[in-house]
């Protein structure tokens, strides 16, 4: 049996370069740079590319990918020890090569990509030359799958796509779409739909406009397809499965996304800790307010319950190699997520008072971002039910009105058992 809440001497060599690295070079970023997802940018590259390569020189570039895609193929703990550094400056994943959804869409083209596609996409955005699209979810569908209404039909050769999606990732600066579209109306309903590589170029790709949320970059936008025409063998996978292509990269994001939000959440308490020892009113310092120490304690409990929740899941993807058989797992972090960054930023935002809530802070775009977190890669509400069905399904229901755990029928259990040994009946 193994059990340790220690890291190796080596690796934390590594996470401790990288806490100094972030702190001192990524950090600083955000304060000169716009979208960290516009690689060809002048003043990207200048600023962006040799930290890459100091990132590279230290053999931690990518590392979510195995060693043949240039990664170092670590498991998801040490990715999880990675991301909860990483995810506290806006600009860390794209300098360490591990920004979604460019990590998602190159585990798709690595497992369903053909040569001549993994040449002309993979390798380039395994280098951070180009940036990508997934393009799933529909105005009129949200987050359901089944609701897809955008519609590839095979004419000629080519499949002709039509259809609009919403919020599409890097949808302006993408060099090709990952498009979910319906290929077989005719089938049963989960092998319906189809993923296609779409070209930014191909002719009747409308960017309706760009969107974002918070005070971010607008990185998302409305789409229209009229009509847009790709080569045949563009498909990902075979026809009908663009869910299992879906799936390939979801698991892993969601596990991501909530490894990051620990480094959020983190810097949220941080802040919260030293305004509170920092400032005065009504004679005393906030850190010795019960209603502040009362934020301070549910902050701190509610962030280390969700790391260990995070790192648990993390430990049991690397056990089993299977996220099929953690989907229970990765649901509840999915689902605990969103309220563990807001209510965490809310309390530091109040006991920051009027600075806390004005631009001048972050806790207002993590407040938001909490409500991008409870929708993105699904919504909470559908990660609860994954949880209760996983929890339920396996349990065999009592066939009477009263189970076995039914107090009276436990004690005279109780009483059977033990009537020859007590010295008197038991009321």
């Given at each position: 049996?193994?059990?340790?809440?220690?890291?190796?001497?080596?690796?934390?060599?590594?996470?401790?370069?990288?806490?100094?690295?972030?702190?001192?070079?990524?950090?600083?970023?955000?304060?000169?740079?716009?979208?960290?997802?516009?690689?060809?940018?002048?003043?990207?590259?200048?600023?962006?590319?040799p930290l890459q390569?100091?990132?590279?020189?230290?053999?931690?570039?990518?590392?979510?990918?195995?060693?043949?895609?240039?990664?170092?193929?670590?498991?998801?703990?040490?990715?999880?020890?990675?991301?909860?550094?990483?995810?506290?400056?806006?600009?860390?994943?794209?300098?360490?090569?591990?920004?979604?959804?460019?990590?998602?869409?190159?585990?798709?083209?690595?497992?369903?990509?053909?040569?001549?596609?993994?040449?002309?996409?993979?390798?380039?955005?395994?280098?951070?030359?180009?940036?990508?699209?997934?393009?799933?979810?529909?105005?009129?569908?949200?987050?359901?799958?089944?609701?897809?209404?955008?519609?590839?039909?095979?004419?000629?050769?080519?499949?002709?796509?039509?259809?609009?999606?919403?919020?599409?990732?890097?949808?302006?600066?993408?060099?090709?779409?990952?498009?979910?579209?319906?290929?077989?109306?005719?089938?049963?309903?989960?092998?319906?739909?189809?993923?296609?590589?779409?070209?930014?170029?191909?002719?009747?790709?409308?960017?309706?406009?760009?969107?974002?949320?918070?005070?971010?970059?607008?990185?998302?936008?409305?789409?229209?397809?009229?009509?847009?025409?790709?080569?045949?063998?563009?498909i990902l996978g075979?026809?009908?499965?663009?869910?299992?292509?879906?799936?390939?990269?979801?698991?892993?994001?969601?596990?991501?996304?909530?490894?990051?939000?620990?480094?959020?959440?983190?810097?949220?308490?941080?802040?919260?800790?030293?305004?509170?020892?920092?400032?005065?009113?009504?004679?005393?310092?906030?850190?010795?307010?019960?209603?502040?120490?009362?934020?301070?304690?549910?902050?701190?409990?509610?962030?280390?319950?969700?790391?260990?929740?995070?790192?648990?899941?993390?430990?049991?993807?690397?056990?089993?190699?299977?996220?099929?058989?953690?989907?229970?797992?990765?649901?509840?972090?999915?689902?605990?997520?969103?309220?563990?960054?807001?209510?965490?930023?809310?309390?530091?935002?109040?006991?920051?008072?009027?600075?806390?809530l004005s631009d001048?802070?972050?806790?207002?775009?993590?407040?938001?971002?909490?409500?991008?977190?409870?929708?993105?890669?699904?919504?909470?509400?559908?990660?609860?039910?994954?949880?209760?069905?996983?929890?339920?399904?396996?349990?065999?229901?009592?066939?009477?009105?009263?189970?076995?755990?039914?107090?009276?029928?436990?004690?005279?259990?109780?009483?059977?058992?033990?009537?020859?040994?007590?010295?008197?009946?038991?009321?």
């Amino acid at each position: 049996m193994g059990w340790d809440f220690e890291t190796e001497p080596a690796f934390q060599a590594k996470l401790d370069w990288i806490t100094t690295f972030v702190r001192e070079e990524v950090d600083p970023l955000e304060f000169v740079l716009g979208n960290y997802y516009d690689v060809k940018h002048p003043d990207n590259v200048r600023l962006i590319r040799p930290l890459q390569q100091r990132v590279k020189d230290q053999g931690l570039w990518a590392c979510h990918l195995g060693k043949e895609l240039g990664g170092q193929g670590y498991g998801q703990v040490q990715l999880a020890l990675m991301n909860e550094i990483l995810g506290a400056a806006r600009f860390g994943p794209i300098v360490f090569g591990c920004q979604a959804p460019d990590t998602g869409n190159a585990e798709i083209l690595a497992h369903f990509g053909t040569p001549d596609q993994k040449v002309r996409y993979l390798q380039p955005l395994l280098d951070n030359h180009i940036v990508s699209c997934f393009s799933m979810t529909e105005p009129q569908g949200g987050a359901d799958p089944l609701e897809i209404s955008t519609r590839a039909v095979l004419e000629d050769g080519h499949w002709v796509i039509d259809g609009e999606k919403w919020f599409a990732s890097n949808a302006s600066l993408a060099e090709f779409f990952i498009v979910m579209a319906q290929s077989e109306p005719d089938a049963p309903p989960h092998q319906r739909i189809s993923a296609f590589i779409v070209p930014a170029e191909t002719p009747g790709i409308e960017i309706v406009r760009d969107c974002g949320y918070g005070t971010g970059p607008k990185t998302h936008a409305y789409v229209r397809f009229h009509r847009v025409r790709v080569p045949a063998d563009h498909i990902l996978g075979q026809r009908g499965q663009g869910f299992l292509v879906a799936q390939t990269r979801l698991g892993g994001g969601r596990i991501h996304h909530a490894m990051r939000t620990i480094a959020k959440a983190k810097k949220a308490l941080d802040y919260m800790l030293r305004r509170a020892v920092s400032r005065r009113t009504k004679g005393s310092l906030l850190s010795q307010k019960q209603m502040v120490q009362e934020r301070i304690a549910d902050s701190w409990i509610q962030l280390e319950q969700f790391r260990l929740l995070v790192m648990r899941t993390a430990w049991l993807i690397d056990k089993h190699q299977d996220y099929r058989k953690v989907r229970k797992d990765i649901a509840a972090v999915k689902a605990a997520m969103p309220k563990v960054l807001h209510d965490i930023a809310s309390h530091a935002l109040q006991v920051h008072g009027s600075l806390g809530l004005s631009d001048e802070m972050p806790f207002m775009h993590w407040v938001t971002e909490s409500y991008f977190l409870g929708l993105a890669d699904g919504p909470t509400e559908v990660h609860k039910v994954t949880v209760a069905e996983q929890l339920t399904r396996h349990v065999v229901p009592d066939d009477s009105p009263f189970p076995d755990y039914h107090l009276p029928q436990r004690a005279q259990a109780a009483r059977d058992r033990y009537a020859d040994m007590l010295e008197a009946d038991l009321p």
